[in-house]
Every structure is written in C-alpha cells, then in structure tokens.
C-alpha cells in the first residue's frame, strides 16, 4: 500500500536519512519516537509537503514521489486541527468534494453520514472558533473522510485533547478504521495509545528508523536501549487471563477489565509500583511480598528489582523513600499496584 | 497607590508628543475661513489636483496589490539564501532620500536608457505624466503593502494550506479559498499604508511630473507663489479627503468579532 524506498529529506533543522517502510492496506501504522524525530516530516513526506532529496514514494504502487499533494489521494490531520478559521463546519467538512468531483447530491449524503458517524449533526451551522477540542478534532477527521481517501495521516490527533476527549476520539478512530478499507498510519509518543489503536509500528530517532514491526515485538523485544526506554514499560509478563484475573508465573493479578483473550501479556509501569515495608491498607488490589535484588542509580530516582518468587518487578521510587524506607539488597519489602495499572493486551 | 517617577515621565512624553503631532494639524486645519474653504473647493484646479492626487495613489496601491501580493507570499511562505537581500531591496525605497527616487528614475525612463526608448516605442511617456506619477508612487508606496501583506500571511499557519492541497485543491485553489479570505484585512491594511504614503509624495513626484500637478505640488506652488494663507485652504482639503477615505477603509479592515 505505502512503500518507502531509501527516502531521504534535508530540510535544515529536520533531516530524515535512508527511511524504508512499508504498510500494508487498511493496517492501522504508529509512528513513534521523541520529540524532533521527524515523524511529522514524514507524513508530509507521505503528502507531499516537503520536497525529498533522495529516494522514492509509493501508494497502491503508483510512484508518487514528484505528485503535488493534490493528486496522492492522502487526507493529513493535524494536532492542532488546522480547521479553515472562515468557513463552517459544514463548510470545513464539504471542503474537499469538488476537487474530487463529488456531486452535491453524493456529497450531502456523505455529509449526513460523517456527522452521524462523528456526532457533528449539531454542529453545522458552528464556526470552528467555537467549538471544544474533542469537537474540533471529530470536523477533522470528518473533513479528512469526505473526500475518500486512500491514505489518512494522523499527526498526534489526541494529544492536545483532555482526557475525556481523548477517549473518545481513540474510540472513534478504532471504529472507522475498522468500518472502513482506509490505512491508517498515526504519529504518536504514547505508547498506551499506540497499543490500543495499531497493530504496526515503527519507532523513530534522529531522522532514522530504529525498529519496526508488530507493535507488541517492539514492546517484548525492543532493539535498541532508546526503544526500551521510549516503550516505558518495564514490567511485562506473559499471562493467562481468567474473568478479571491475570495468572503470570505463579502469581496472580487483579485487572481492572476483563481481556477478551485467553493469553497475553499484562504490564505494568515501574512508576505505578508503590513499595513499602508493611503490607498497605489501601485501595490498591494487587499487593505482594518480595525481597530486593538490585538498585539502580537513576539520576531523581532509583531503580529497584524486587524478586516475588520466579517473577523480577521493576519499581521506580525517588531516592528520598528509598532513605526513608532504608532499602537495601536482601531487604523485604512489601509492593502493590491497582488493578488498572495493569495493562493487558 | 503612589505612582513612581517614572510612570510621569512615560505620561508627559506622551502628551508632547501628542501636542507635537496634532497642534500644527488642528491650527492648519483652524486658518482658513469658511468661505476661503468654499471657494478653493469651486476652484477647477485645485478639484483636479486633489483627484489626480486620489486616483494615482489608489492606482499605486492597486499595482502593488497585483504584482506585491505574490511577493510578499513568497516571502512570508519560504526559506532560501538571499531571503534577508530580497527583504533589503524590497525595504531600499523606504529608506532612500525622495528626490533621489525621482532622479533614479528618470535616468531609467529617459531616452538614454533602453527602458526609456522601449518605453517610448510603446508611447509611454514618464516625465510630466500621470505614467510618471503613478511609477514614481508605486516605487515608494510598494514596501509598505509588501510588509503589511507578509505579516499577515504569515500569522496564516501554513498546515491550513496543506490540508486544503491534501483534500485535492491545487495551489491556486488553495490561495484563493484559504489564504485569501484569511488574509485580506491585512491586504487592505497594507493597500491603505501604501495608498497613504503614495498620497504623501512630493520630492519625488516634483522631478518626475511637476505637471499634471498633484496636490501636494500643488499646495507647494501656492506656497512659493502667495503665501501660507494661499496654500492653506489646499492643504485642508486634502487632508480632510484622504482622513475621510481611510478611515472608511480603517472600518472595513477592522475584524468583526463574530467572524474569524
């Protein structure tokens, strides 16, 4: 569907080097990597926005490394929702049909289609300077839709969005993707979102791709220690899952909602882990007791391992606790995590 | 609260400058009776100076509106070597003294030069023209509507322009449905500082076109020729007309608050 041969792009500030990818049609792709990665410059690559140096652009097979953005076929969401400030929703919305020679008939259809899809029929009417985040994003990505795109470049589309938006519009996202045959590829660093939404990822550094492949590979076998650390989570078991218990090893975890599959991994940030000496009397439904294997000098914080029977947990705590709490290798100590700190996929 | 020292100093310099701009204006504006300002606007002369003076600065403005927009989005949209010398040149009118304008472009206008005899082939004349006068208005009053206008395109963020070409509009589309109605306040802003400093020219126009006289030759000749009072009721008229159109324009440029 998208292959990339040998890309490479110098754009001063931001330079890509010998970039090959390829997705696969309707796979729902993550792009990952820090800050200045060049992901964003990317995917307008992929659109057309920037002008390459060396290497090659294909979509569906068709060399478009020289066509103008216009004539790719690739809709691009932007995190800041770049809707046009003048024009309406319905407006934004309907902006692209007569450029992809959609009849008025054909397009009001798809109009009503979107907004129901989208929850924007309330909305029409509406100037963008008026509307809220989860809003803004949804006319987007109705705007990104209308014209029927093959490809749909998603650059960061939930970060600037609060919590309750955010949800919501991950939700959204799955649910066209999975309604529709359009591939998806997303630029994020969130991993949390990357594993909920794709099945396919590739982890950027420094204008270079450092790893790609089947996003939970990235996550058990990641090849490089910026991969590790850019993943975050630390504590990943393989597990099986009964209701709403995860059995790894020999012990067994609370999760906060029921897996839909039998086997899998559960994971749990270090930093989610809270250690103690006495058993907590708290909220928390996962509590079990270890002995301390190592620590790790982590600038503001420690690295500690703490072995419960064949299982090593990995918790991150500021090194005024670890004073307080005197720990030491060999020292018993007590840790606990809820149940929703667990992820399981 | 007590206020500082400074806070008193920053408040007198205001009101200096205040008095240093608007006292000459209101006294000049106080001289000429009312009858005098009657009979100067009857007076044919002074009528088509006034005009001349309007209609060749708005033509400077309109030039500079067709051959600067496409600039001042160039120069607002891209990086390249040698940005800073193009912004140089684009700003070297502003800077160079008016007379100057007028004799460097007479030396490319007259017969000598090939511009000139192409010129003349084509039956343009540029000394004693209102061809001259409006060259002349342009050259000065350009930079101010390239500026006006790169600003504003540049407060447009560019990803509004990427997503219009990734929804399929090619660059003329997008410029015309996006960038355009986002930015032309800043067009008329920029029509209006150029209009106003084109309005204002004299060393310039002087060399170039003593005929057909502008209104501020106009207003010169009197001066030399009769007096001050002579040339107030002149002065006046211009000042009232020109205030009058641009604040019209001011109005239309002013961004409504339900919009945008």
């Known amino acids: 569907m998208i292959k990339i041969k040998d890309l490479n792009i110098h754009l001063g500030e931001f330079n890509l080097h010998d970039i090959n990818l390829s997705i696969e049609k309707n796979q729902f792709f993550v792009l990952m990597g820090p800050t200045g990665a060049g992901k964003t410059v990317l995917l307008e690559a992929i659109a057309g926005l920037v002008s390459v140096k060396s290497g090659r652009i294909f979509i569906e097979d068709r060399d478009v490394t020289m066509l103008p953005p216009e004539k790719r076929g690739v809709s691009i969401v932007y995190q800041d929702y770049a809707l046009f400030p003048h024009l309406n929703v319905e407006r934004n919305v309907t902006y692209g049909a007569v450029f992809h020679k959609i009849d008025k008939d054909q397009a009001a259809k798809r109009l009503d289609w979107l907004a129901s899809q989208l929850n924007l029929s309330h909305l029409l009417r509406r100037h963008p300077i008026t509307l809220s985040g989860g809003e803004l994003q949804r006319v987007a990505l109705a705007r990104a839709l209308m014209v029927d795109p093959k490809v749909i470049l998603l650059d960061e589309p939930l970060s600037a969005l609060d919590p309750t938006f955010r949800e919501e519009v991950r939700h959204l996202l799955k649910k066209i993707h999975d309604s529709s045959d359009v591939t998806f590829l997303m630029v994020t660093h969130d991993f949390a979102e990357a594993l909920s939404l794709a099945t396919q990822a590739a982890i950027m550094d420094n204008g270079t791709i450092e790893q790609v492949g089947n996003i939970q590979d990235i996550f058990l076998r990641p090849c490089s220690s910026l991969v590790a650390d850019f993943v975050g989570m630390k504590n990943i078991f393989s597990a099986t899952f009964k209701g709403t218990k995860a059995l790894a090893g020999n012990l067994e975890f609370e999760i906060a909602r029921k897996p839909t599959n039998s086997h899998g991994y559960i994971a749990i940030r270090p930093e989610d882990i809270v250690i103690s000496k006495e058993r907590l009397a708290s909220s928390m439904r996962n509590s079990f007791r270890g002995v301390v294997t190592g620590m790790f000098d982590q600038g503001f914080s420690y690295e500690v391992h703490i072995n419960v029977g064949d299982i090593t947990f990995k918790s991150l705590i500021t090194k005024g606790s670890l004073f307080e709490l005197g720990i030491h290798e060999g020292v018993e100590v007590f840790l606990s995590f809820k149940a929703t700190a667990v992820h399981n996929f | ?260």
């Open chain 2, 1 to 260: 609260m007590k206020r500082e020292p400074f806070f008193w100093v920053t408040i007198s310099c205001g009101v200096i400058i205040m008095a240093f701009i608007l006292l000459p204006l209101i006294e000049m504006m106080r001289a000429p009776s009312v009858s005098m300002l009657g009979q100067t606007i009857k007076d044919k002369d002074v009528l088509r100076s006034i005009w001349l003076s309007i209609y060749t600065a708005g033509s400077a403005a309109l030039i500079s509106f067709v051959f600067g927009t496409p600039l001042a989005y160039l120069l607002a949209r891209t990086h390249f070597k040698g940005k800073q010398l193009i912004e140089s040149i684009v700003d070297l009118p502003i800077v160079i003294p008016h007379p100057v304008v007028g004799i460097a472009i007479l030396s490319v206008a007259g017969r000598n030069h090939w511009v000139g005899q192409l010129m003349a082939e084509l039956g343009l004349r540029v000394m004693g023209s209102v061809t001259g006068i409006i060259t002349v208005l342009t050259f000065v009053g350009m930079p101010f509507y390239i500026n006006s206008v790169k600003e504003g395109i540049e407060g447009i963020s560019p990803r509004l322009e990427n997503v219009s070409r990734s929804l399929g509009a090619s660059m003329f589309s997008t410029f015309f449905r996006i960038t355009f109605p986002l930015a032309w306040r800043s067009m008329l802003a920029g029509i209006i500082m150029c209009a106003a400093r084109a309005v204002s020219e004299f060393g310039a126009v002087v060399i170039v076109a003593y005929h057909p006289m502008i209104a501020p030759v106009m207003i010169y000749e009197r001066f030399e020729a009769y007096g001050l009072k002579y040339s107030q009721p002149v002065a006046v008229w211009l000042v009232a007309l020109c205030l009058t159109l641009f604040l019209i324009l001011r109005l239309i440029a002013l961004p409504r608050k339900a919009q945008v």
